[in-house]
């Protein structure tokens, strides 16, 4: 089993920046790819960004390209998104994933563990 936990959210100004985090334990050893989805109220959960088991590739939804940036931190079994000019449309239940591909994709289904989400609220 694996478990995320997901913080940094919080209700933020449009143009204002954001951090979240995903801490990752249970089991930890994995080569796969991880990513970030989203669900607005009323929406489906859409992908925002993924990264690759060994950090060298990432893959951006276009909504978001130029302004977030996803990292992460093998050693500290931890993923990050930095948010930056966040918009109004930005505003949602922000969710870390665990995949079961090596490259990141953007496909739901790759995506086998899930956190319980963290909100952003985008004030305009």
């Known amino acids: 089993q694996v478990q995320l936990v997901e913080s940094g959210g919080g209700l933020v100004q449009a143009g204002d920046s954001l951090r979240l985090s995903c801490e990752r334990s249970g089991r930890t050893f994995s080569n796969g790819a991880m990513g970030w989805f989203r669900q607005a109220p009323g929406k489906e959960r859409e992908f925002v960004a993924a990264?690759?088991?060994?950090?060298?590739?990432?893959h951006y939804a276009d909504s978001v390209k130029g302004r977030f940036t996803i990292s992460k931190d093998t050693a500290k079994n931890a993923m990050y998104l930095q948010m930056n000019s966040l918009k109004p449309e930005d505003t949602a239940v922000y969710y870390c994933?665990?995949?079961?591909?090596?490259?990141?994709?953007?496909?739901?289904?790759?995506?086998?563990?899930w956190g319980q989400g963290t909100q952003v609220t985008v004030a305009s």
């Open positions: 994933s665990t995949s079961r591909t090596v490259q990141p994709t953007s496909l739901r289904g790759d995506y086998n563990y």
């Open positions: 990264i690759a088991w060994s950090g060298s590739s990432t």
